[in-house]
């Protein structure tokens, strides 16, 4: 993420720097050519941080039945969306070099809906992770202090 953010922001600064409108326009391509090659790997990283934790519950968690399966369809909802946000980010336009040159001929999806639906779904599991070792955690026995202390920790872990 920080390698996106960080080609992203280099090329944004670069927009004001030509002194023509051609010029211009050579930056701002390069610059969605760039950002139409970064963006795939923000996906992986999210996907992997949020399979990462759930492998994490399940790993501690594994020997309680409903928290297996729960977090396995977790694992399983990451990965489908996580390839289907990447696939749908390579072919967003057709052809596809008109998602960085807008003055091919062709279509492209809406991407403010692709963004919104990626969002939506991103903070549903991201919710879902945070909810699910609360439970567990708050049967364990210890003082209520400690078990809330637990729950704020895999909270944290969570964010």
Not at 1 to 14: D, G, I, K, P
Not at 41 to 51: N, P, Q
Not at 117 to 129: H, K, P
Request: aromatic content about 12%; proline content about 4%.
């Amino acid at each position: 993420m920080t390698v996106n953010l960080t080609t992203e922001v280099h090329w944004a600064f670069r927009l004001d720097n030509p002194q023509s409108p051609e010029q211009q326009a050579i930056v701002f391509r390069k610059f969605l050519l760039t950002s139409y090659i970064v963006e795939n790997f923000y996906t992986v990283s999210v996907g992997a941080t949020k399979m990462s934790i759930a492998l994490f519950y399940v790993r501690i968690f594994g020997t309680v039945r409903w928290m297996r399966i729960s977090c396995n369809m977790m694992i399983g909802l990451i990965v489908a969306s996580s390839v289907a946000f990447i696939l749908t980010g390579m072919f967003q336009c057709n052809p596809i070099p008109k998602a960085w040159d807008g003055l091919l001929p062709g279509k492209c999806i809406v991407l403010g809906l692709f963004f919104v639906g990626q969002r939506v779904l991103g903070v549903f599991t991201d919710v879902v992770l945070l909810v699910l070792p609360i439970k567990i955690v708050m049967q364990l026995q210890a003082t209520f202090a400690k078990r809330l202390s637990l729950v704020f920790a895999f909270a944290m872990g969570g964010l």
